[in-house]
């Protein structure tokens, strides 16, 4: 009973963790604008880059990032158990996405996942990371990257986990990849319309 109330909390601490609306509290801290109000009006990165440039794009990621690694190491050392900071990180993503802070209209859930990720399952998401690197640069456009990395970081955990708790996080990489493709639609109707604008340059 004891250990499932341990379980409970860290799930607490890990949503409210990530349901930290970091975008928002960023632009209004430097610009004293609501990002909602501007660019794609999403809470991430890159509207944040956008809008007020590389550096504060970068710093909003790593710390979206760290929201998601925090979750898995406060899990790993307050239960001890593998499976519990799998279970706290995927509902750190959740607590980003459905952020009661923004009328749970939070962010599309990739850096924090990232930040997850690069803590359960390095590798595959080393290889994910090197898809989004490489697809970014191709297309100029942070969407495509996101969805081609989710997409790939499903299959690199099948194919790295360990056979310990293996099926748990491959449940977990789905869930991850479908999260995000979900929150994508827009930007994948604007890709199919030829929409989507670059994150640096001009339209092709």
């Known amino acids: 009973m004891r250990e499932l ?14 349901s930290l609306p970091i975008g928002l509290w960023w632009g209004r ?8 109000e501007h660019g794609s009006r999403n809470l991430g990165a890159t509207n944040v880059f956008r809008l007020l440039g590389p550096a504060h794009g970068v710093a909003v990621l790593l710390l979206d ?31 980003h996405v459905f952020s009661p802070w923004v009328r749970f209209r939070g962010g599309k859930g990739v850096a924090t996942g990232l930040g997850v990720w690069l803590l359960l ?11 989004w690197g490489a697809a970014v640069g191709i297309s100029r456009r942070v969407s495509v990257g996101s969805l081609l990395a989710s997409a790939v970081l499903f299959p690199a955990v099948c ?20 999260l995000v493709w979900v929150r994508h639609r827009g930007n994948i109707v604007r890709l199919g319309r030829g929409e989507e604008p670059p994150l640096w340059g001009t339209r092709p």
């Open 121 to 131: 399952a390095p590798l595959a998401t080393g290889i994910a990371l090197a898809v």
């Open 65 to 95: 990032a760290a929201k998601g690694a925090l979750a898995v190491l406060l899990t790993r050392r307050l239960v001890g158990s593998e499976t519990a900071a799998l279970l706290a990180g995927m509902v750190t993503v959740l607590g």
């Open 159 to 178: 194919l790295t986990a360990s056979p310990d708790g293996r099926v748990a996080r491959v449940i977990a990489a789905g869930v991850t990849a479908a």
């Open 5 to 18: 109330g341990t379980w409970a909390a860290a799930c607490a601490v890990s949503f409210v963790l990530g």
């Open 29 to 36: 801290l430097w610009r004293g604008i609501d990002v909602r």
